[in-house]
């Protein structure tokens, strides 16, 4: 047992796993500063990825909607309308929820286009629209909401 305040003695050489040891540490130790780079590197640009398009990317993406918006069997409008079925309705016409009149009269039928360029800039797409958000500049965002939304395009 070692005594307090002093440091343990070092391994015994000749014990069973020692020389696996060494080697384990010397693989380490010389693998280690080759690899760090390439991992670090790798870690950096996995924010500068760009988002993927499907439905999944577009569930996380609508985290930022679901605070007005609903969508699923139980979804109504709220603070924002529901977007159940959107593609093919037109703007304004949600019949439980208030929109303004600049959408009513905006005469967008939403589709994959026309929902793209209202969520670059909703205020300048629809100029008097109630939604106050800044808008998505990212293409891949806005296709991966785009994709989810169409996943309750059959929910009534």
Not at 95 to 113: C, L, Q, T
Request: charged share 20%.
């Amino acid at each position: 047992m070692p005594t307090p305040g002093k440091s343990s003695p070092r391994p015994d050489p000749r014990q069973p796993g020692a020389a696996y040891n060494r080697g384990m540490q010397s693989f380490i130790f010389s693998t280690l500063p080759r690899l760090a780079p390439p991992l670090l590197l790798l870690a950096a640009l996995q924010g500068c990825a760009p988002s993927g398009t499907d439905a999944k990317t577009g569930e996380r993406a609508f985290r930022q909607c679901a605070s007005c918006h609903q969508v699923g069997l139980n979804a109504r409008g709220g603070f924002g309308p529901q977007l159940n079925r959107l593609f093919g309705r037109r703007a304004g016409s949600a019949p439980d929820f208030a929109y303004s009149d600049a959408m009513k009269a905006s005469g967008i039928v939403w589709n994959e286009r026309s929902l793209a360029a209202f969520l670059h800039d909703p205020a300048k797409r629809v100029p008097g629209t109630k939604m106050r958000f800044w808008g998505i500049g990212d293409d891949n965002e806005i296709k991966a909401l785009a994709a989810y939304l169409r996943t309750f395009q059959d929910v009534r």
